[in-house]
């Protein structure tokens, strides 16, 4: 297809090209990740005016070290993080060292788990190879299913377009002693962009939701796609949830007593990007609705999706908007399993980048991270939100970078009530390397 550029557009003040069809001007790095460096843990901030009034004596969220760092190598990045009844799951991407067959820098998914005492088990490989899709925005995941049953991503090239690849999965009944055969997710063939997959545990295996660009090769749009992996790592039963998408920004997927809730960004075809759910009840998906109305008018991809999180029929969902030229990080309650959504609550602190996660806590708040910008670089903040427009103070958790490289936080909760954070801290002008952090996060009434 024959496109030229047109003017850019701003998101978080900086400037990004589009396509005259209203596709991104993509050019994410596809390289180890390597930034400025920094952690520093502060106090909390001050509360932000007009997210309702605090509870009283509630602190901020704090950050604390965990006993022994995450086993992971120099250079890594990309964590991704899933709650288990004692602890915790967490997934990475790191460079091996070598050089592949293809003649490119080998590249190592691994993972580990992390017990309720803070101890990790000895790390694990899920796939090492130079043929990987490295991206700081596409990054690989693990999931927990009861019973010792696991599953897991990761993003291989099928072609030689810059975003020509497939999403690989695989599957563990014993804990991750074993793991399946790696097979595609999709069953299409087609040379194109596959990925943003979001897990949710089903009776006969794992959900999986994925962003398909199998309609794209031939000028179509991005579309959202489901299926199941079996507990034996076999995929099946693949829907179409909708025929058109935003192209590059995350999903999510909660469980809830009803069903399963998936939140992504929708496109339309005036070009309005907001945050849509869409529900699968009694075995049968829903139509997609948006979540709330921001009307963001986007004709480029922010590569910014939200998240969700579910306990009973209660959910939350968190997102990032520019809509009228205002970036604003947002949350959304369903009372009812996400088929309604109350009014949004906005909890940033005026300059927020997104790249949010969301957890609903065991009391019915719920807890969100985003990044902000600050100063010259730019800072990890969490906050505290309830479902009546309450909100805590801001607690500063990290100084990070606004830059790629910085990557997504992401977070669970256990069901002991713990909650894990990680999150990549870019390499500074010493060693030039990447590192994955993670630490408890406390917030009133949760455990240390």
């Known amino acids: 297809m024959n496109r030229r550029r047109v003017n850019g557009y701003r998101v978080n003040g900086r400037r990004v090209n589009a396509w005259a069809d209203g596709t991104a001007a993509r050019s994410w790095a596809i390289a180890p990740l390597r930034m400025f460096s920094g952690i520093v843990l502060v106090g909390s901030m001050a509360v932000l005016p007009g997210c309702g009034e605090s509870p009283p004596d509630v602190a901020g969220p704090t950050l604390h070290p965990l006993s022994s760092p995450l086993p992971s190598a120099a250079g890594a990045g990309m964590p991704f993080v899933a709650g288990t009844p004692d602890g915790f799951l967490v997934s990475w991407t790191e460079p091996t060292g070598r050089v592949g067959e293809n003649g490119n820098q080998e590249f190592a998914v691994r993972w580990a788990a992390l017990d309720g005492e803070g101890n990790w088990s000895e ?36 072609g030689e377009g810059t975003f020509d690849y497939d999403v690989v999965v695989s599957a563990s009944t014993n804990g991750g002693a074993s793991w399946s055969e790696p097979r595609i997710l999709h069953a299409d063939g087609v040379r194109a962009e596959h990925g943003f997959v979001s897990f949710f545990p089903q009776a006969d295996g794992f959900g999986a939701v994925w962003l398909d660009g199998r309609e794209m090769p031939g000028g179509g749009p991005m579309t959202l796609r489901a299926g199941l992996v079996e507990w034996d790592g076999t995929p099946r039963d693949q829907h179409l949830l909708d025929p058109r998408i935003c192209e590059c920004c995350q999903t999510g997927a909660a469980l809830t007593d009803e069903g399963v809730v998936v939140v992504y960004r929708g496109r339309s075809a ?75 609550v906005q909890v940033d602190d005026g300059a927020p980048m997104g ?12 807890l969100v991270v985003w990044l902000e910008a600050g100063g010259d670089n730019a800072v990890l903040l969490a906050r505290r939100v309830w479902a009546d427009g309450r909100s ?28 894990l954070l990680a999150w990549t801290e870019p390499g500074g002008a010493g060693d030039g390397e990447s590192a994955v952090r993670a630490g408890w996060l406390e917030v009133e009434g949760t455990q240390r």
């Not at 309005?272 to 480029?300: F, L």
């Not at 790249?355 to 719920?366: C, H, N, W, Y």
């Open 123 to 158: 790390p694990g490989t899920l796939a090492a190879s130079d043929d990987f899709f490295v991206n700081w925005a596409d990054f690989p995941s693990i999931a927990y299913g009861g019973d010792g049953r696991m599953a897991a991503h990761w993003l291989a090239r099928s």
């Open 270 to 344: 005036g070009e309005i990007r907001d945050i849509h759910a869409v529900r699968q009840v009694n075995g049968r998906w829903e139509a997609p609705s948006p979540i709330h109305a921001d009307g963001w008018n986007i004709a480029a991809c922010p590569v910014n999706g939200p998240a969700v999180s579910a306990r009973g029929r209660d959910v939350v969902a968190g997102w990032f908007t520019g809509a009228d030229d205002v970036s604003r990080v947002r949350v959304a309650f369903s009372g009812d399993a996400g088929a309604t959504w109350s009014e949004p």
């Open 355 to 366: 790249r949010v996660d969301v957890e609903l806590l065991p009391d019915g708040s719920a």
């Open 392 to 419: 805590g103070p801001t607690g500063t958790l990290a100084g990070t970078s606004g830059a790629r490289a910085s990557g997504f936080p992401r977070m669970a909760v256990s069901e002991a009530g713990r909650i």
